[in-house]
């Protein structure tokens, strides 16, 4: 069983940065994609940003110019760099890895931005 560990959230003020990283206990075999997801309260759960391996990044048009998807296969890691914070980014953030047959998520990080 996979599990992956998240990291890096917290609380900033609007403008600030946080930088999330997630790790897999292991190597994943066929590993498609990773991503990041959220959840504010009251809402439902939303594609931030994720990269397919041999393929473009991809992200919400909330995160573009503000966030940055990267990953290190070696250290079966992604991160998300965020900067630029906004209020509205308040949300618990989850990481996903996903393979044919397959999906992983983390147990999500909270990221609460203060005006």
């Known amino acids: 069983q996979v599990q992956l560990v998240e990291s890096g959230g917290g609380l900033v003020q609007a403008g600030g940065s946080l930088r999330l990283s997630c790790a897999a206990s292991?190597?994943?075999?066929?590993?498609?994609?990773m991503g990041w997801y959220r959840q504010a309260p009251g809402k439902q759960r939303e594609l931030v940003a994720d990269i397919t391996l041999g393929g473009p990044k991809r992200y919400a048009d909330s995160a573009k110019g503000r966030f940055t998807i990267t990953r290190d296969n070696a250290k079966n890691t992604v991160y998300l760099q965020m900067n630029s914070l906004k209020p509205e980014d308040t949300a618990v953030y989850y990481c996903?890895?996903?393979?044919?047959?397959?999906?992983?998520w983390g147990q999500g990080t909270q990221v609460t931005v203060s005006s």
């Open positions: 996903n890895f996903r393979g044919i047959g397959y999906e992983y």
């Open positions: 292991r190597s994943i075999y066929s590993l498609r994609a």
